[in-house]
C-alpha cells in the first residue's frame, strides 16, 4: 500500500514546507518536510551542532519538484516499515495513512513500541483511534 495524496498534502501541512535549509530546533541541518539533510548529525552531541555547517550543495533554495521528490523517498521508508509493523492488521487506506504520519512524526522504532500498534495489530481499532 501507499500514502494518499490526502495524507501527503496533510503531512505537508502539519509539518510545513521549508525551501531553505535550517535548524530545526534539535540543530540538525533540515530541508522540505523535516528531511534531516545528513543523519549523521544525529550522532553529534546537542551542544555541538550549532558549529556543523550546512552541508556540501545545500545552501541552497530547493524547488517544490526536488522537495517532493525528497519527501517522497522518505515517506517510502516508512510506508515500508508500517506495512513491516501491521502486516495483516491495516484494514483500510485511512488507517495506513494514520500509521504512516504517526510514523513519520516519531519514528518507526517508537511505531514498533506503541501501544498504538499493539491495539492495531489486536484489531482493537476504537482504542487505538
Given at each position: 500500500?501507499?500514502?494518499?495524496?490526502?495524507?501527503?498534502?496533510?503531512?505537508?501541512?502539519?509539518?510545513?514546507?521549508?525551501?531553505r535549509p535550517y535548524r530545526c530546533p534539535a540543530l540538525?541541518?533540515?530541508?522540505?518536510?523535516?528531511?534531516?539533510?545528513?543523519?549523521?548529525?544525529?550522532?553529534?552531541?546537542?551542544?555541538?551542532?550549532?558549529?556543523?555547517?550546512?552541508?556540501?550543495?545545500?545552501?541552497?533554495?530547493?524547488?517544490?519538484?526536488?522537495?517532493?521528490?525528497?519527501l517522497a523517498k522518505d515517506l517510502s521508508k516508512f510506508?515500508?516499515?508500517?506495512?513491516?509493523?501491521?502486516?495483516?492488521?491495516?484494514?483500510?487506506?485511512?488507517?495506513?495513512?494514520?500509521?504512516?504520519?504517526?510514523?513519520?512524526n516519531v519514528g518507526l522504532g517508537n511505531l514498533q513500541?506503541?501501544?498504538?500498534?499493539?491495539?492495531?495489530?489486536?484489531?482493537?481499532?476504537?482504542?487505538?483511534?
Amino acid at each position: 500500500m501507499k500514502v494518499s495524496r490526502a495524507a501527503i498534502d496533510m503531512i505537508k501541512h502539519h509539518e510545513g514546507v521549508r525551501l531553505r535549509p535550517y535548524r530545526c530546533p534539535a540543530l540538525l541541518w533540515t530541508v522540505g518536510v523535516g528531511h534531516v539533510i545528513d543523519p549523521s548529525h544525529i550522532g553529534v552531541k546537542y551542544e555541538d551542532r550549532k558549529n556543523l555547517p550546512i552541508p556540501a550543495g545545500w545552501d541552497r533554495v530547493l524547488t517544490m519538484d526536488e522537495v517532493d521528490a525528497i519527501l517522497a523517498k522518505d515517506l517510502s521508508k516508512f510506508e515500508q516499515g508500517v506495512a513491516r509493523a501491521c502486516p495483516v492488521s491495516v484494514t483500510s487506506q485511512g488507517m495506513f495513512d494514520a500509521l504512516v504520519s504517526f510514523s513519520f512524526n516519531v519514528g518507526l522504532g517508537n511505531l514498533q513500541r506503541s501501544t498504538l500498534r499493539m491495539k492495531v495489530n489486536r484489531g482493537e481499532y476504537e482504542q487505538a483511534a
